[in-house]
């Protein structure tokens, strides 16, 4: 596993400088906080490419999808963005992207904000499962889809909530690929 480190708070009492997450080799990391993000990730794409036999089309369509994604996640504090790189066929095993969430009209009391998504979840058989979970970080609200998995740990100093955003579109979020999930969420450490 290696470490990582991106973010930088302003030094408050309280808030966390930064935070330390443990993610698997295997995941291959781009910085959105740096203006070469989009290079990272097109050495990720052409990375998947190579020796396989993949029409460019195909590759050109995968790069486009994750830049949306990457620029999207952007556009919503994401400061780091993980693709697992272990697939065979060349599809996107799992990713996860790393967000700053400020308070703003989130609640700051994990509970509460578990009842303010419960009650914002659609009904039906898609309805995602929420809940509190006490993480060595931190109250966390863990949000269980049959694809994905949030997991927003409430950061200490009431900045906001530290969102990890996992993706599994070709396994589902089940058995193996959700106890990684959760391991690397369990794994989480601020630095003061």
Known sequence: MKETAPG???PTVGVPRDYRLLVPREWFRIDLMQDRWRAQLKTFVDRQA???NVSAELTRNVWATLR???EAGRARGAMEFFLL???RNGGLPASLLVSL???GETPADPDKYAAWLDVREPEGPSRRQISV????AGAAVRVLGATTLDVHTLMPGGVGYLTLSFSAPLTGM????????DAIAGSLRWVL
């Not at 979970?133 to 060595?136: I, N, R, S």
């Open 85 to 87: 790189t272990t697939s």
């Open 8 to 10: 930088d708070a302003s």
């Open 133 to 136: 979970v006490d993480l060595p």
């Open 68 to 70: 949306n994604t990457a």
């Open 50 to 52: 190579e020796g396989r």
């Open 174 to 181: 089940s058995g193996t690929m959700e106890r990684l999930c």
């Open 101 to 103: 969430v400020p308070l």
